[in-house]
């Protein structure tokens, strides 16, 4: 028994390009999109697995639900095999999908979420017990009994992640659960999700492009691109990995533009601009850690500077997205096929 | 089997959210035995090749009607459940679930069954109550015939579920049979009317055995006497069955190789 509860090992996923009864009978040539993938996901994590479309997101989350038998290479969910053990593994994951076409739109959300839950085996008091919970879980307990058709976008998505939640699954898997919905109601799911869905005996997996998303929710990212892990860990790892320089920004009055030399050989670079109010901004690089900004602070007064304001800038997530991106294209062959 | 008890809940609450449901289905079915019934009475006394039900060629072609239209049904509804599906693209969340695919192929078509069988009831009842046909009928030798044949027509079904969820477009398994079952399976005229080689041609086809079976049965006929079409349709059963299933489970597995299991 591993203590992770996935696992893959050299996970590699080609799709065919062409379909139809010839591939019956010879096989052709397959466009890989996942390049031998190797990740563990941790008990109680939120594991974020970014990237851009296209970049294979989903079909690593679908590999792991089931739903696509890898090319070659294995992953295991909760110790088990998802192609051998497929079964066991369905019983044990949850899944919601970002477009949700899978309820019946004549059907109200609870006999909905009824249906489902027979399917995971539940029935009778329990499952009704259980729906009515988990619609009062996702705030819809007022529109439990209005046909789905009448569900705003953002209104369906909390219905499916009801319907993840039925088999209190050890797993649940979201793939761009906001992807539908408009920036108020994407707002309010990452809420709901933050809020009532993770807890901590639950791992989850959400795939995003959207950064502030997995800034906001997510433990670790993953960012795949052109079919590799381009780099995984928590946010302070991943700026670790680009930002190599703390930035700093300084902005200062009452000094001469040209007067900032003796800053110079306190930090490993400085950059003037002057504002429209007057004031200088300094763009300060120091090495990380290091005791340079007191330091500096100190002479810029002892200069006789007034300083109204000093902030570390950050990278952003999406900063550290496009940097990702862009490392990834520069390492991709050109297109693999298998 | 709690899967299909919640298939066949669900599929009846969104079959009868339509309002009218059941009327149009009763009334689609009731038309087509007054159809049948004024074409017997034009033929009149010429259709002298039925030799069966009082040589009436109305009760020959109702009775060929219900259960031709039954049994169809249990052949076509399984490729036109996946192939609706995969349109709407639903295929994937409907193998989310934890259930397998045997339970899926009996979840897609226990509801159709049954309303299949509110049909074969409105052609039997116009039958038998209206027009007075049938009146020594076998009920038990009718249902030994029909359960070895509605179970063959289900395996051959999953095939050709299975060949849709392959190839996607369209499905030559069903077009294909179907198009033998209406011309040589003697719903409409006997088989006997067909030339010779038709005639052995027809005998390769499950609707013959089991339309032949049923016609016995229907004519107050034992289970002695429809035996021979019992046997041949149980043998029929035996290999098509699992041969379905087999299909079946293979096509989902490659589908899901390829990930054609959406649209792409
Ligand atoms: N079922 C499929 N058949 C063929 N190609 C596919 C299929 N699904 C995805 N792809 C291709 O694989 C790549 C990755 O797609 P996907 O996993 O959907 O990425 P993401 O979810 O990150 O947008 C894309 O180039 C896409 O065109
Ligand atoms: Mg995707």
Redesign the pocket.
């Known amino acids: 028994m591993t203590q992770f509860v996935v696992e893959t090992d050299d996970l590699v996923m080609a799709?065919p390009q062409q379909r139809g009864w010839r591939s019956l009978f010879k096989s052709l040539p397959k466009k890989v999109?996942l390049d031998r993938i190797n990740t563990t996901i941790n008990r109680g994590e939120i594991f974020g697995v970014a990237?851009p479309?296209?970049?294979?997101?989903?079909?690593?989350v679908k590999i792991l639900s089931t739903l696509v038998i890898p090319f070659s290479g294995s992953a295991r969910v909760l110790g088990l095999d998802v192609v051998e053990d497929s079964l066991a593994v369905r019983r044990r994951i949850g899944v919601v999908y970002g477009d949700e076409r899978s309820f019946f739109w004549r059907l109200s959300g609870f006999e909905n979420l009824l249906f489902y839950a027979s399917l995971y085996g539940l029935s009778g008091k329990e499952a009704r017990r259980r729906v009515s919970q988990l619609l009062e879980l996702v705030g819809l307990q007022e529109h439990a009994d209005l046909r789905m058709h009448h569900y705003s976008s953002g209104m369906k998505q909390r219905t499916a992640i009801a319907r993840g939640l039925l088999s209190d699954p050890e797993l649940l898997i979201m793939d761009e659960p906001t992807r539908t919905v408009d920036p108020l109601a994407a707002m309010e799911l990452r809420a709901l999700v933050k809020e009532r869905v993770i807890d901590s005996r639950r791992t989850v997996i959400l795939?995003t492009n959207d950064m502030g998303e997995a800034e906001q929710l997510c433990d670790r990212v993953a960012f795949?691109s052109h079919g590799k892990i381009q780099m995984v860990g928590n946010l302070e790892d991943l700026r670790g990995a680009f930002q190599l320089d703390e930035i700093h920004h300084v902005v200062v009055s009452g000094l001469q533009r040209s007067s900032f030399g003796f800053l110079r050989d306190l930090v490993s670079s400085i950059e003037v601009v002057a504002l429209d109010t007057g004031q200088h901004q300094l763009e300060l690089r120091t090495a990380p850690g290091g005791p340079a900004v007191p330091v500096v602070v100190r002479r810029i007064v002892e200069e006789g500077g007034d300083i109204w304001s000093c902030s570390r800038k950050q990278l952003s997530m999406d900063e550290i997205f496009a940097m990702a991106v862009e490392r990834g294209r520069q390492t991709a062959a050109e297109e693999v096929l298998v | 089997m709690t899967a299909a008890v919640a298939y066949l809940r669900r599929d009846f609450l969104v079959w009868s959210s339509y309002r009218l449901a059941a009327f149009w289905q009763v009334a689609g079915a009731l038309g087509i035995a007054g159809i049948v019934y004024f074409i017997g009475e034009a033929v009149g006394d010429r259709a002298n090749s039925i030799p069966e039900e009082n040589g009436s060629y109305a009760a020959f072609a109702l009775a060929g009607v219900a259960f031709f239209d039954m049994l169809f049904r249990g052949l076509g509804t399984l490729s036109a459940s996946v192939s609706e599906h995969q349109r709407a693209g639903t295929l994937e969340p409907m193998l989310l679930p934890p259930i397998r695919e045997h339970e899926l192929l009996l979840s897609f078509c226990l509801f159709p069954f049954c309303i299949s069988m509110l049909r074969t009831s409105v052609f039997l009842i116009f039958g038998f109550v209206l027009l007075g046909f049938w009146d020594s009928a076998n009920g038990l030798s009718i249902l030994a015939v029909l359960v070895p044949a509605q179970l063959t027509f289900l395996g051959i079904g999953a095939l050709s579920a299975a060949s849709v969820l392959l190839l996607k477009q369209g499905d030559p398994i069903r077009l294909a049979y179907s198009v033998a079952m209406l011309t040589l399976g003697g719903a409409f005229f006997p088989v006997d009317a067909m030339p010779g080689w038709l005639q052995q041609l027809a005998l390769l086809l499950p609707l013959t055995h089991a339309l032949s079976g049923i016609r016995e049965g229907l004519d107050g006929g034992s289970l002695v006497d429809v035996a021979p079409q019992v046997a041949v349709l149980t043998a029929l059963a035996v290999v098509c069955l699992p041969a379905g299933l087999l299909a079946f489970r293979w096509a989902v597995r490659r589908a899901k190789q390829e990930?054609?299991l959406?649209e792409?």
């Open positions: 799709y999109v990237g479309n296209g970049a294979g997101k989903t079909t690593l795939a795949i | 990930g054609s959406v792409y």
